[in-house]
């Protein structure tokens, strides 16, 4: 029952860990009527208490990390981890810069890694469906 | 023009005697080496006499024994006043007293090369994280990154806490941010709320502090390119046409007209889809839902032209040193003219919305008022500006690109409050479809590119754009190598945020969204508030949806 509901309607928290805005642009840009996610359930939730999946864009900040630990820890179990972007899946053209704690798979467990920069809404969409498949099993 | 001459001859007739060296390579671009400690005389001396001039930013260059501050005053074009300092004991005076909008980037210094601005009202950590080890300064040349622990989550509650501490009697603070799902950057801003009213904030930025400006220094000139353009995903073309400018500046690379043009087109395609993209946002932060849709869907087909024309949606990769990198085809040109056609069609019909729905209208107007004089004072630029009474533009102001040649007009509203910050970007977006429209049709012929070595002359240029929230300005340093001595951004967003305090100031919470919607800052964190009486410690939180029904409540009552 829950497993249903969940591949019916997964919640998403969107959090920027310090981005360019390309990704979280693509990411709003779901909600917009041509992408249009909440035909197959897809909500953004504001709140991490109400979250299944944590959609994640940027590399991590060191100024970000302990908050994105923090609103990790807040979410129900089971939780999922989305990785938008080419900064979010390998800490992309700053992976160096000294105010970046490392990758995020290095702080958090990541489930989906979606490349791009940005990567398209589509395959936003897709990485999404991908998860769910996961999710049934 | 004009401006520029006379700020240039009232340094050199009244400050004859601390001028070491005097510049100007370029029109409209002087750069002036004074005698230490005269830097404040200068600055006083064009705000007095220069009509409307302001101050861009500082940046700190390390230049080995000495720290270099470079003063960069827009006064018709730009005068850089560079004052030196010993990097043994960097110690120099402040000039917020004078311009308080110097507030932030002398913080922004302090914090990065560890220049002490004597009289500053209050000096502290504007971007490194909160655990960042004392006596580091990672722009200085010798720096390497040291062995930091991970700081723990406790070091930024820490802060939290203290602020929390000067709640006395009725005022209380209320936390915004980091965390909020609808919009982009994660920031903090603790508002000191008395009742309903906003008596005070304080931002709390860094939280997507990345250190392009130290990487910049490590990547070659052209790989630059593609760094700067990931400064901000929405304003891309922006940075790219800034930072290409001022090495071509450096390097006496002398731009194909065609090139021009075509960076024009893309920087304007930018500007209408970033402007929508605000104006949708405003939509939703007032909660107006549908408008927030119907706009968003309008810049689809925008995005759809950026994307048939630059290869992305949104990281253009368009421009390079010395030109562009792709071509268009008369196609292109073809589906692009009729798109531009039917997005004006769209945009003179929200330009109604703004103008007549009442509750729009009620929400914002007499909302976030930032009067002429503040507004000057504090510096702030681009479209806060120009919704302050002041018609600036670096686009007229200072062209670049093929503007010179393209006729169009700067829309300036005197009403100061967030509705005409609102109109003067539903008005720009009807200007930059005319521009696009006439850059279209005027396309030049010819090359694309010139071919440019990889090392670039030793030199220094200050280059400026309209971004679409405001002048950005880039300031590039070269040694003659491959790669930047150093590379200064200050993005429109930090220009502007220092007006936030002043528009918002005795405003009510429920306008908190829509002002710094109005602002256009490159993040909003005004989704969910903590909030936290401290007579009982009571701690409740409220949905940005909440706030903005609360407040439509009362409107309609």
């Known amino acids: 029952m829950l497993k249903w509901a969940r591949t019916k309607s ?86 160096d810069c000294y105010n970046i704690s490392g990758r995020l798979d290095e702080i958090i467990p990541v489930d989906v890694y979606i490349p791009g920069c940005p990567p398209k809404p589509e395959a936003i969409v897709q990485g999404v469906a991908k998860l769910l498949g996961k999710l049934k099993g | 023009m004009e401006k520029f001459e006379t700020a240039v001859d009232v340094l050199k007739n009244n400050l004859a005697d601390a001028i070491v060296e005097l510049k100007v390579p370029r029109p409209r671009k002087a750069y002036i080496l004074l005698k230490s400690e005269r830097h404040r005389d200068a600055v006083s001396l064009l705000l007095k006499h220069v009509e409307e001039s302001m101050l861009s930013t500082i940046s700190g260059v390390d230049l080995g024994t000495e720290i270099e501050l470079n003063y960069h005053m827009v006064c018709g074009g730009t005068v850089t ?50 655990g960042w080890p004392k006596g580091n300064y990672p722009l200085r040349r010798d720096w390497t990154p040291p062995l930091i622990q991970e700081n723990d989550s406790g070091s930024e509650e820490d802060s939290q806490n203290n602020s929390e501490e000067d709640d006395v009697g009725s005022l209380v603070s209320v936390v915004v941010g980091p965390q909020h799902p609808v919009l982009h950057e994660p920031e903090r801003f603790n508002f000191t709320v008395d009742g309903e009213t906003v008596v005070d904030v304080k931002p709390r930025l860094g939280y997507v502090h990345r250190g392009i400006e130290k990487a910049a220094e490590r990547m070659m000139y052209f790989q630059d390119v593609f760094l700067v353009e990931r400064i901000c995903g ?78 992305n949606r949104l990281m253009s990769g368009f421009n390079t040193i010395g030109g562009v990198r792709r071509d268009i085809n008369p196609n292109t040109v073809e589906k692009a003219l009729k798109t531009v056609k039917a997005v004006r069609k769209r945009a003179v019909f929200y330009k109604n919305v703004f103008e007549e729905d009442a509750t729009l209208r009620l929400r914002t107007e007499g909302v976030g008022v930032l009067s002429k004089e503040v507004a000057l004072k504090l510096c702030v630029v681009g479209p806060v500006l120009r ?44 200007e930059s479809l005319n521009i696009l429209d006439y850059a279209f049709n005027n396309l030049p012929g010819g090359r694309l590119r ?49 007006a936030f305090p002043d528009a918002i100031r005795g405003g009510y919470i429920a306008d908190i969204p829509s002002v710094m919607g109005s602002l256009d800052p490159c993040f909003s964190c005004t989704d969910r508030m903590a909030f936290v009486d401290t007579a009982n410690g009571q701690k409740w939180r409220w949905s940005l949806d909440d706030v903005n029904s609360h407040k439509n409540r009362r409107v309609l009552l």
């Open chain 2, 387 to 430: 919704g302050s009474g002041v018609a600036s533009d670096v686009r007229k102001d200072d062209p670049y690109a093929a503007y010179a040649e393209i006729p169009f007009n700067v829309p300036c509203y005197d009403e100061c409050d967030t509705w005409a910050r609102l109109m003067v970007r539903v008005d720009e977006v009807v």
């Open chain 2, 81 to 130: 006043l560079k004052n030196r300092v010993p990097r043994e004991k960097p110690v120099t005076k402040t000039i917020t007293d004078i311009l308080p909008g110097a507030n932030l980037y002398e913080r922004e210094v302090f914090d990065l090369l560890g220049v002490v601005f004597e009289g500053h009202p209050n000096l502290e950590r504007l971007l490194l994280p909160d």
């Open chain 2, 234 to 311: 929405i304003c891309n073309a922006a940075h790219t046409t800034v930072f290409c400018q001022a090495v071509e500046d450096i390097g006496n690379i002398e731009t194909p007209p065609r090139a021009l043009y075509l960076r024009t087109i893309v920087h304007e395609l930018n500007r209408v889809h970033s402007h929508l993209l605000l104006l949708g946002v405003g939509g939703h932060l007032l909660g107006f839902e549908a408008l927030f849709q119907h706009v968003w869907r309008d810049r689809e087909p925008v995005m759809d032209i950026i994307e048939q024309i630059t290869g």
């Open chain 1, 10 to 95: 997964p919640w998403l928290l969107h959090f920027n860990t310090g981005a360019c805005n390309g990704c979280d642009i693509e990411v709003v840009a779901l909600l917009t009527p041509r992408y249009d996610v909440e035909r197959f359930g897809i909500k953004l939730e504001p709140s991490p208490r109400h979250a299944d999946v944590l959609v994640v864009t940027g590399p991590v900040t060191k100024q970000c990390a302990p908050r994105l630990k923090m609103i990790y820890e807040q979410m129900p179990s089971p939780k999922f981890v989305i990785a938008v972007g080419a900064c979010a899946c390998s800490g992309g053209i700053f992976q």
């Open chain 2, 450 to 498: 010139v071919r440019v070595q990889r090392k670039i002359p030793e030199g220094e240029a200050v280059s400026r754009v309209e971004a679409p929230r405001g002048e950005l300005i880039h300031y590039v340093k070269s040694d003659g190598t491959a790669y930047p001595y150093r590379v200064k951004v200050r993005a429109p967003t930090l220009a502007n945020l220092l």
